[in-house]
């Protein structure tokens, strides 16, 4: 431990003990400067109720500690012993708030034995979503596919297919307006490292920078799709999310029979 004059050492406790509140202040500053209408249920309170409620109240039946669900609109829409769950606009009447604020310990939620707490930022991110009318979406994969109308653009002519008009419609909303067209050196670069991680060979510039079809492009593309280093690339995020390696790392590095699997995903794609 360093040996620091008593004054000094005294300073740097004081400032190190009002960390965490400083940490709260500024939580709660953060929270409350954002406006209530940008919450979202999906991106910003249901990874809170997921952490802490869902053990208790999500989907699973087989931990469930009750009939309430906090994963669902209707589970949220509820009443509890006559007392709703949620009530838009309202977050003091609200038993969800009155129980994550409660100061009973025999009444608040998360209970105090299941070591959960929510923090003061997350409590008021829940209340603001509450403020701003409780509105609940689906998760983006639960929802029904449908085929949305185009926006309108200024420039139609830019737009060479229908995903083209929605990147088009959002750099109109932000005022800005399209990047020109790559040269194909940097073209068939991107593109390359897009789809497979790896960088185009010399002769593959080469070929594309000299090829004159009009449907160059597309078949560069096409090409790209598939080409194995497309499965492997595409493979890297659901390998990486599930922890996968091919041995047990540098202290055993023994061998892993789980490369069955790993082919697996790679041919999905």
């Not at 309430?68 to 838009?88: F, M, N, Y």
């Amino acid at each position: 431990m360093w040996n620091l004059p008593p004054f000094e050492a005294a300073s740097r406790v004081r400032i190190q003990s009002n960390w965490p509140a400083l940490v709260v202040v500024a939580s709660l500053v953060i929270a409350n400067s954002s406006p209530a209408a940008d919450i979202d249920f999906t991106r910003d309170v249901r990874p809170i109720l997921s952490e802490n409620c869902f053990l208790c109240h999500g989907p699973d039946d087989g931990t469930r500690a009750s009939e309430l669900r906090l994963d669902t609109a209707a589970g949220l829409q509820s009443l509890v012993d006559e007392q709703p769950v949620v009530i838009p606009g309202d977050p003091g009447a609200s038993l969800l708030v009155q129980r994550i604020e409660s100061s009973d310990l025999d009444v608040r939620m998360p209970p105090p034995d299941s070591n959960l707490t929510l923090t003061p930022a997350q409590i008021e991110i829940i209340r603001q979503w509450i403020v701003s009318g409780a509105a609940y979406r689906e998760h983006w994969s639960l929802r029904p596919l449908t085929t949305p109308s185009l926006p309108e653009v200024s420039l139609p002519e830019w737009r060479q297919n229908p995903i083209d008009a929605f990147v088009l419609a959002r750099l109109e909303q932000e005022g800005l307006q399209p990047s020109p067209e790559a040269d194909r050196r940097r073209l068939i670069r991107r593109v390359s490292l897009d789809l497979t991680g790896l960088p185009p060979t010399p002769e593959e510039v080469e070929r594309c920078v000299h090829d004159n079809s009009p449907f160059a492009y597309e078949q560069l593309v096409d090409r790209l799709l598939a080409s194995p280093a497309y499965g492997e690339r595409m493979a890297w995020d659901w390998l990486d999310a599930a922890r996968y390696a091919d041995s047990n790392g540098y202290q055993g590095d023994g061998e892993r029979t789980m490369w069955p699997w790993r082919d697996w995903v790679v041919d999905a794609f």
